[in-house]
């Protein structure tokens, strides 16, 4: 696939896959101002068995979000209602794409976007003036610019809120009145300072776990959201396959057209999850390590040893190469961690070599990089 941006937007992505929907999605219920129906959203996140028919072509929908169907359909149905719909979980864990892919189904827009930071004020979620406009001719609509939550507002669109909790809670709370109200006051425009939101409109945040007690949220905002849970995928051979899946997007993108090494992809999700968990498939408590085991920093180790081997190699996935890297994804957190990992191959690792030979013996082989 050809695109002219390194990672174009998740409407533009999956735009084949969007217009079939359209076509496939008549008579079905939906709600006001959406793009999609329930169902036909559901289908765009979980994928269809069945290619959908487009005209004269079918159109495979791809399996996006792989591990709870049943929280992708109670997130859709919370966007069609009146609350909010919060994202909570550890880093990695999907909850951004999750947060893209809805906006892009429903919306057809996910870079309604306002991005939480330390730094983030009201002015940036709700709107700002363009002050060469207000001097000349006072406050006015020409001289309002609209931020995301405006701008959602105003379309009947959906609002992305990242990473809410690394925003000032007085910040937050701005949101309070707008979701519980629908409606923005501009006192600045007087008696017309009023805008009232289309149907369509709401907001979806996410928030990560690690962040907790940064800038906790009130009580008071979090009333006006569903709260949704993301867990971590909880088996190893779904993380093998998300593993393949995105860096076989990323390799094409990039024109790399190395064969994937499933063995390495194993090693790998069997390595983040063990780790993750504290435990092994063999029931064998280990010591967890304070870094985060996330399936995107298993995804990215993969993709940046594929890397090296297609640029420096012969495009084999060379297992030392994976433990560099590994200890590179792990050791930017605490050197501590570094150690957990060393028992991890001194004792797992070592008895799957064993029991297993292979891809397992050569990992086991390279331990001598974990540095
Ligand atoms: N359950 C999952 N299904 C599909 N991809 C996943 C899953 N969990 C993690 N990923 C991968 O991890 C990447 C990072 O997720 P992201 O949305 O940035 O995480 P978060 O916002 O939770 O930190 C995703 O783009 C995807 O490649
Ligand atoms: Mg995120």
Redesign the pocket.
């Known amino acids: 696939m050809e695109h002219s941006v390194l990672r174009p937007q998740a409407e533009r992505r999956y735009q084949a896959e969007l217009a079939a929907l359209r076509v496939w999605d008549q008579g079905n219920r939906k709600p006001q101002n959406w793009q999609l129906s329930p169902k036909a959203v559901r289908l765009f996140i979980l994928g269809s068995r069945e290619p959908v028919r487009c005209g004269g072509e079918t159109v495979a929908i791809q399996k ?4 709870n169907d049943a929280l992708v359909e109670r997130c859709i149905i919370t966007l069609a209602g009146n609350r909010g719909l919060m ?1 909570v ?12 892919l809805l906006s892009a189904a429903i919306s057809g827009c996910s870079t309604n976007t306002v991005q939480g930071t330390a730094g983030t004020t009201e002015d940036m979620i709700k709107y700002s003036w363009n002050y060469a406009l207000l001097l000349a001719n006072g406050p006015s609509r020409q001289a309002l610019v609209p931020a995301p939550l405006y701008v959602g507002m105003e379309k009947g669109i959906l609002t992305r809120f ?1 990473e809410i909790t690394r925003t000032p809670a007085e910040v937050q709370d701005s949101l309070i009145s707008v979701l519980s109200d629908k409606v923005l006051n501009i006192p600045e425009l007087g008696d017309e300072g009023l805008l009232f939101a289309r149907p369509g409109f709401n907001v979806i945040g ?1 928030a ?1 776990t690690r962040d907790k007690g940064v800038n906790e949220m009130s009580s008071a905002l979090k009333r006006r959201f569903n709260f949704e849970t ?1 867990l ?2 909880g088996d190893v051979a ?1 993380e093998k396959q ?1 593993i393949l ?2 860096v076989g997007a990323l390799a094409a993108a990039a024109g790399i057209t190395q064969p994937l090494d499933e063995e390495a992809a194993e090693l790998l999700a069997t390595t983040y999850h063990e780790l993750r968990e504290g435990v092994t498939a063999e029931g064998q408590r280990i010591e967890k390590p304070s870094a985060v085991m ?3 920093e298993a ?1 990215s180790v993969y993709y940046q040893t594929l890397m090296t081997a297609w640029y420096y190699g012969d495009g084999r996935m060379d297992e030392g190469c994976l433990v560099d890297n590994l200890v590179g994804a792990v050791a930017k957190e605490s050197r501590e961690d570094m150690e957990k990992i060393s028992g991890y191959f001194a004792t797992v690792v070592r008895d799957k070599a064993r029991r297993e030979g292979g891809a397992w013996k050569r990992y086991y082989e390279a331990r001598g990089r974990l540095k």
């Open positions: 996006k979000y792989l591990g994202l979980g550890e880093p990695g864990t999907a909850k951004t794409m999750l947060s893209e990242e996410t990560n993301v971590p995928v779904l998300i899946n995105e996330s399936t995107a995804v």
